[in-house]
Each structure stands twice: as structure tokens, then as C-alpha cells.
């Protein structure tokens, strides 16, 4: 039997022309680039870890079209950790800032009733 892949992703087995051609068509799925993820990242929470998600989500693409679904797993999962990554650090930075404002608010409040 031979093979041949075709840069569409679908992969076409056929028998030797003396068995009849028989040609097997098979679907491969490319593995998910998370690009929704980093997209969102981008809007709503962190633009630095966002955009790199991004291109790593465009590359993962990329690679799954040229075949290397490997490739295209590894950075799509680094697109996603590079996503969660940016989710996380932007919660801990709005923490970090409620705690510096509200202390300072309490410390203002407390000057104010002990002078005034």
C-alpha cells in the first residue's frame, strides 16, 4: 500500500492498481490552538500575555496545516499556559491593588477621626 498526505490534512491510502484502486480517505483533526483563550486574555485581562498567546496560537495553526501535529500540539498547550498565565497574574495584581487601596483609604479614615 502506499501512502501520501496531502497539505489539506487528509491522508489517501490506495491498494496497487492490480487490486482494484481502492482509495481510503481519512480525516485527521488538527489539536486545538486555544485561540478563543488568548483572544480573550488580550481583551479582558492581561495585553502582553495575550498577544504572545496569540502568536503561538497562530503558529500552532500553522504547523497543523503543514502536517506537524506535534508541533501544533506543543504550542498550542504553551498558548494555553501562556493564557492561564496571564489570567492568573491579573487577578493577583487586582488583589495587590484593592489591599494597597483599601489600606491606604483605612489609614486616611483613621487620620482624619484622631485629628478632626
Same mark, same amino acid.
Not at 483599601?102 to 483613621?110: L, Y
Given at each position: 500500500?502506499?501512502?501520501?498526505?496531502?497539505?489539506?490534512?487528509?491522508?489517501?491510502?490506495?491498494?496497487?492498481?492490480?487490486?482494484?484502486?481502492?482509495?481510503?480517505?481519512?480525516?485527521?483533526?488538527?489539536?486545538?490552538?486555544?485561540?478563543?483563550?488568548?483572544?480573550?486574555?488580550? $481583551?479582558?485581562?492581561?495585553?502582553?500575555?495575550?498577544? @504572545?498567546? /496569540? +502568536?503561538?496560537? %497562530?503558529?500552532?495553526?500553522?504547523? #497543523?496545516?503543514?502536517?506537524?501535529?506535534?508541533?501544533?500540539?506543543?504550542?498550542?498547550?504553551?498558548?494555553?499556559?501562556?493564557? $492561564?498565565?496571564?489570567?492568573?497574574?491579573?487577578?493577583? @495584581?487586582? /488583589? +495587590?491593588?484593592? %489591599?494597597?487601596?483599601?489600606?491606604? #483609604?483605612?489609614?486616611?479614615?483613621?487620620?482624619?477621626?484622631?485629628?478632626?
Amino acid at each position: 500500500m502506499q501512502q501520501q498526505q496531502q497539505s489539506n490534512n487528509t491522508v489517501v491510502v490506495t491498494a496497487p492498481p492490480a487490486a482494484g484502486g481502492t482509495v481510503i480517505i481519512q480525516q485527521r483533526l488538527a489539536p486545538s490552538n486555544y485561540l478563543a483563550l488568548a483572544i480573550f486574555v488580550t $481583551l479582558c485581562c492581561n495585553l502582553l500575555f495575550g498577544v @504572545i498567546a /496569540i +502568536i503561538l496560537s %497562530v503558529l500552532s495553526s500553522s504547523d #497543523a496545516d503543514d502536517g506537524d501535529y506535534e508541533g501544533a500540539r506543543t504550542k498550542g498547550k504553551i498558548s494555553m499556559g501562556i493564557s $492561564l498565565a496571564g489570567i492568573i497574574s491579573t487577578i493577583i @495584581i487586582v /488583589i +495587590i491593588v484593592v %489591599v494597597v487601596v483599601v489600606t491606604a #483609604a483605612k489609614k486616611a479614615v483613621d487620620t482624619i477621626n484622631k485629628y478632626g
